[in-house]
């Protein structure tokens, strides 16, 4: 094959790595271990592959992408070019785009409470995913199956993601949140530390969590607290929920709303500050295509104006 492989490397069948690519290289002050690398296998030019890694059958990797100590990888993985991905335990069926820092390990300097004692310092990301290009994503965090990552998000570490959620492009986890399954998290929405998004609910375009009561007091960092959305909510278009605030189950919060008090179940919220104008249940469709686009957040009481 004509590649540079060096120390304990195992290649299955049908593999082909490009005679300028390296694999099994051992790194910094890290001990030599065996590398294995599935049948089918192509990778590209310039390509790194550290030792120690076990990747499985029909892995793609693009040139110059560098693939880190002790990496595992499922079958049909594939890493974009000039991608980076360390610190890594990755499912099978998972695309990671070009130009993605995956596994980069945190220095511990914002976790103010602690709270990353006991988290495995590497990103685990399930099955039939995709990263695109440009995102970068910290060690000590946790995606079902089915991620659907957009372009150049950023997610530190602590972070918690169910299956079959979508992280849109240029959103920012701010670390030590939690995130259910099923949850749509848009284009540009900032989800400050120690958030939580419960299983189905929806937060849109340049909406933000914030954490923060008392922004420069001495004791600040100390008493985050981040908001909590909650089953089936939904938060529209620039809004800001405040710290510490809870939006009830399939409740929803108009566009452009400032949330300073915690919004009751299936309670529609709107204006600055946001305040209950009707219940999703009373909504009705504009197009005319069924009764109410909530069906199941029923019918509620009367508006106390």
Sequence with gaps: MGFRGIGDVSVGAGARIDETALVGIPADDEEAGSTVIGADAVIGPFAVVHAGCRIGANFNCGAGAVIGPRVQMGD?????????????VLGSRIEIQEMVLLGILPKGKYDYKGAADGWEPVVKIGSDSIVRSHTAIYAKTVFGEHLNCGHGAL?????????????????????????????????KVTISQYSVMEDDSYITMGAMLTNTLHPRCAYAKQCMKGATVKRGAKVSANVTVGPGITIGENALVGAGAVVTKDVPATAVVVGV???????AGDLRCRSGLCDGPYPEAGREREVDH
């Design 76 to 88: 049909d993985c594939s890493v974009g070019c000039h991608s980076v991905v360390r610190n890594a």
């Design 155 to 187: 997610i530190r570490e602590c972070v918690l993601v169910g299956d079959h959620t979508t992280i849109g492009t240029g959103a920012c986890l701010d670390g030590f949140a939690t995130i259910g399954s099923r949850v749509t998290i848009h284009t």
């Design 273 to 279: 500050p946001a305040k209950i104008i009707c219940w």
